[in-house]
């Protein structure tokens, strides 16, 4: 069974830094895109940060230039690290992840996506 786990969520300052990882575990044969999203009280899941198996990047423009998306693909884990964070950064932070698994003997594969179970992230004024 596939599993998603986040750590490294917190109480932080503004100002302040916590760097998020997601682990991917159970029977896969790759993991393709990976992204982190967001949802604060009262608001609507938005997208992060996103990440391809080769290593190319995109944010949300709110979090550009202070947040860092990365992945070790040996280790099945993705990571973002928040620097100069903001009271506005307060959320529940999932990690998602495209999934690719064969699934007979002819080859034949299936993708699918996977959501972690969310790290609440808190950064006081």
């Known amino acids: 069974q596939v599993q998603l786990v986040e750590s490294g969520g917190g109480l932080v300052q503004a100002g302040g830094s916590l760097r998020l990882s997601c682990a991917v575990s159970?029977?896969?044969?790759?993991?393709?895109?990976m992204e982190w999203y967001r949802q604060a009280p009262g608001k609507e899941r938005e997208l992060v940060a996103g990440?391809?198996?080769?290593?190319?990047?995109n944010y949300v423009h709110s979090v550009a230039g202070r947040f860092t998306i990365s992945r070790d693909n040996a280790k099945r884990t993705m990571y973002l690290q928040m620097n100069s964070l903001k009271p506005d950064d307060t959320a529940v932070y999932y990690c998602?992840?495209?999934?690719?698994?064969?699934?007979?003997?002819?080859?034949?594969?299936?993708?699918?996506?996977?959501w972690g179970q969310g790290t609440q992230v808190t950064v006081s004024s």
């Open positions: 998602k992840a495209n999934i690719e698994k064969v699934v007979n003997v002819e080859g034949a594969r299936i993708r699918k996506d996977y």
């Open positions: 159970g029977s896969i044969d790759s993991i393709n895109d």
């Open positions: 990440i391809t198996r080769g290593g190319r990047t």
